[in-house]
C-alpha cells in the first residue's frame, strides 16, 4: 500500500481513538480500534489485557528486536476546556482531540511504519509492537507487563511528541515521602520544638542542595518539593510535617544512589521513595537508529519528561510527532502534516537501520 494512503488511514484511526473515551486502566474500547487495523491489514496480533502487540511476519530469533512503542491511555482532561475533549475535527490543519498529541500521534503513526515492514523479508532486526495501556498512571498493567510476554527487546523507539527530533536521552523519576518530627502541644504553651518550625530549615536544605554529578545530555538531577502537609486544627501544635519531593534523575546516577544520597544527608526524622523502577534512560549516541536520524537532518536532545522508556532496561530512543509542551492542555490538538511527516520520518529511518 502506498504510504500516503497508510498514513490517511492512520489518521483515520486516530480519530476513533480520540473519540473512544481511553483514561488509563480504561482502554479496553480502543484496544478494539487497534485489533480491527491489525484484523484488517492480515496481521497476526496478540491482546495482553489492553495492550495489543504483534512481531513482524518473518521473526528471527538469530537476530536482535527492535520495539516501537506507544500508548493508548489517557489522562482525563482538564476543566479549562472549550471543546468536547472527545471530538475529533479538523480546523486551520489542526486535528483536535483528547490523546490527540500524546500520544495518538505518534502510536498511529508508529502502527502504520510496522504495517509497512511487516511482510519485508531479510531485515537486520526483527520489529515488535506494543501499543500500550496504563502509561499515563504508571499502571502495573502496561508496558512493563509486557515485558515478560514479548519477546527479548534489543533496542527501542517509544512515541512520545518531540516534533521528530531525537531524545537520545530522559530522566528517570523518584518520589520521596518525607517527615519531620516535633513535639505535640498546646499552641497557648511554650514549644521549643514545633515541627513545623523545624521544616523552615529542612525546606532550606531541599532548595539549596545540589547533586554533584551533571549529565551532557540530561543537565542536572532537579529536585524539588511539590507537597506540603500538617496540623488538624488552630490550637494544636502537630507531632510531624509530611514532605513530598521530586526528583528528575539524570543518567549520572541511579533512582537507588539517589535514595541512598538523601536518606543518608536530608535533615528530616525520615525519607522514603515511593518506587525506584522510573528509571532514566538513553541511548549511545554512536547507535545506529541514532546515526540514522542524524544523517536526516533530526538535532538530539535530553528530554525532562517521562515515559515508559523509564520501565525499559535496553537503550531507547524517544521520538514521534507532535510537541510535548502541548500534551495535557486544554484543547489539546496535533497538526495533521505532523503525522504525514511522522509516517514518512519514522519508515525512511528504519529503512536506513533494518534493510539491507
Given at each position: 500500500m502506498p504510504i500516503q494512503d497508510l498514513t490517511q488511514d492512520a489518521i483515520s484511526l486516530l480519530k476513533k481513538l480520540i473519540e473512544t473515551q481511553s483514561f488509563s486502566s480504561e482502554e479496553d474500547k480502543t484496544a478494539l480500534h487497534i485489533?480491527?487495523?491489525?484484523?484488517?491489514?492480515?496481521?497476526?496480533?496478540?491482546?495482553?489485557?489492553?495492550?495489543?502487540?504483534?512481531?513482524?511476519k518473518h521473526f528471527d530469533e538469530s537476530k536482535p528486536t527492535l520495539l516501537?512503542?506507544?500508548?493508548?491511555?489517557?489522562?482525563?482532561?482538564?476543566?479549562?476546556?472549550?471543546?468536547n475533549p472527545l471530538e475529533a475535527f479538523v480546523q486551520d490543519g489542526k486535528l483536535y482531540g483528547l490523546?490527540?498529541?500524546?500520544?495518538?500521534g505518534c502510536l498511529v503513526s508508529?502502527?502504520?511504519?510496522?504495517?509497512?515492514?511487516?511482510n519485508q523479508e531479510n531485515l537486520k532486526y526483527n520489529l515488535v509492537i506494543v501499543a500500550s495501556a496504563e502509561e499515563e498512571s504508571s499502571g502495573p498493567n502496561g508496558l512493563?507487563?509486557?515485558?515478560?510476554?514479548?519477546?527479548?527487546?534489543?533496542?527501542?523507539i517509544v512515541g512520545e511528541p518531540t516534533l521528530m527530533n531525537l531524545a537520545v536521552a530522559e530522566k528517570g523519576l523518584v518520589v520521596f515521602d518525607a517527615v519531620i518530627e516535633g513535639t505535640p502541644s498546646h499552641a497557648a504553651h511554650p514549644n521549643n520544638n514545633n515541627a513545623i518550625y523545624n521544616t523552615i530549615d529542612a525546606l532550606q536544605w531541599f532548595k539549596d542542595f545540589k547533586f554533584?554529578?551533571?549529565?551532557?545530555?540530561?543537565?542536572?538531577?532537579?529536585?524539588?518539593?511539590?507537597?506540603?502537609n500538617a496540623g488538624s486544627q488552630h490550637n494544636v501544635v502537630p507531632a510531624h510535617v509530611d514532605l513530598v519531593i521530586d526528583v528528575r534523575v539524570n543518567d549520572a546516577y541511579s533512582n537507588a544512589e539517589i535514595a541512598d544520597i538523601l536518606q543518608e544527608k536530608a535533615p528530616v526524622t525520615s525519607i522514603k521513595a515511593r518506587s525506584l523502577r522510573l528509571n532514566s534512560s538513553s541511548i549511545p549516541m554512536e547507535h545506529d537508529l541514532v546515526k540514522a536520524g542524524i544523517a536526516m537532518g533530526r538535532s538530539t536532545y535530553g528530554s525532562p519528561t517521562l515515559s515508559d522508556q523509564a520501565v525499559l532496561t535496553c537503550p531507547s530512543l524517544k521520538l514521534?510527532?507532535?510537541d510535548s509542551t502541548r500534551s495535557h492542555s486544554a484543547n489539546e490538538f496535533i497538526y495533521v502534516n505532523e503525522i504525514e511527516e511522522g509516517v514518512q520520518i519514522y519508515i525512511e529511518l528504519l529503512k536506513n537501520v533494518l534493510l539491507e
Open positions: 485489533e480491527d487495523w491489525f484484523t484488517r491489514y492480515k496481521i497476526d496480533y496478540k491482546r495482553t489485557k489492553n495492550n495489543v502487540w504483534a512481531v513482524n516501537l512503542n506507544s500508548h493508548h491511555d489517557t489522562v482525563k482532561p482538564n476543566s479549562a476546556y472549550t471543546n490523546g490527540s498529541n500524546d500520544a495518538g508508529l502502527i502504520a511504519t510496522f504495517t509497512h515492514f511487516y512493563n507487563s509486557m515485558l515478560p510476554i514479548i519477546p527479548k527487546v534489543d533496542v527501542a554533584e554529578k551533571g549529565s551532557e545530555a540530561l543537565g542536572n538531577v532537579k529536585l524539588t518539593v511539590t507537597q506540603i514521534g510527532p507532535g
